[in-house]
């Protein structure tokens, strides 16, 4: 199955940016999608950003529209997360994933991941 290695993560103050990457052992095109996830302590993981494979399009959940951009080398396999006027609540572990399918419910956005694997993910402290 596929597997992804995320990296890019840090302590940054707020307002500040990142770039993450998400290095696929794989085809991403092999899926309908490759999906940017994060988890905050006590939290559930939630879906942030989403890029089709079929045309590169992407879709954001409401919380990062706007600051966020994801992007893709296809090929290196890879997947970016460009995060911009960072703000402490988006502190969380970030994780990347297959997906096969996604939708937007009142701006909320729900990914289906492809199979049960979860990487390491890339740790996103936003604090002063």
């Known amino acids: 199955q596929l597997q992804f290695v995320e990296s890019g993560g840090g302590l940054v103050q707020p307002g500040g940016s990142l770039r993450l990457s998400c290095a696929a052992s794989?085809?991403?095109?092999?899926?309908?999608?490759t999906g940017w996830f994060r988890q905050a302590p006590g939290k559930e993981r939630e879906g942030v950003s989403a890029?089709?494979?079929?045309?590169?399009?992407?879709f954001y959940t409401n919380s990062v529209k706007g600051r966020f951009t994801i992007s893709r080398d296809s090929a290196k396999n890879t997947v970016y997360l460009q995060m911009n006027n960072l703000k402490p609540e988006d502190t969380a572990v970030y994780y990347c994933?297959?997906?096969?399918?996604?939708?937007?419910?009142?701006?909320?956005?729900?990914?289906?991941?492809?199979?049960?694997?979860w990487g390491q993910g890339t740790q996103v402290t936003v604090s002063l």
């Open positions: 994933a297959a997906v096969r399918g996604f939708g937007l419910r009142s701006g909320v956005l729900a990914m289906t991941t492809a199979n049960d694997y």
């Open positions: 890029i089709r494979s079929s045309d590169g399009s992407a």
């Open positions: 794989g085809f991403t095109s092999n899926y309908y999608a």
